[in-house]
């Protein structure tokens, strides 16, 4: 069984959208991310960073996912 990561980026290949979506990965801001979870005054730093290197991980993934399909 494929993960989400797998499953997204078949779906991007079946759709044919793989270069939008490629565009839209490489221009992903990574500060963004910090900067709006560093807005949310109920996280811990623990959750904060855990979320940011969640996102960060994820992304990258798919990245690679949908050039390798």
């Known amino acids: 069984m494929p993960d989400l990561v797998a499953f997204?980026?078949?779906a991007i290949k079946e759709v044919g959208t793989q270069d939008e979506w490629e565009q839209?990965?490489?221009d992903f801001?990574?500060?963004l991310v910090e900067e709006?979870?560093?807005a949310i005054p109920q996280?811990?730093?623990v959750a904060r960073t855990f979320a940011v290197k969640l996102t960060h991980t994820n992304i990258e993934?798919?990245?690679h996912a949908i050039r390798d399909a």
Do not use: C, I, P, Y
């Open 8 to 10: 997204a980026a078949n």
């Open 24 to 26: 839209k990965l490489g």
């Open 29 to 31: 801001e990574f500060d």
């Open 36 to 38: 709006m979870v560093s």
């Open 43 to 45: 996280m811990s730093s």
């Open 61 to 63: 993934r798919l990245r």
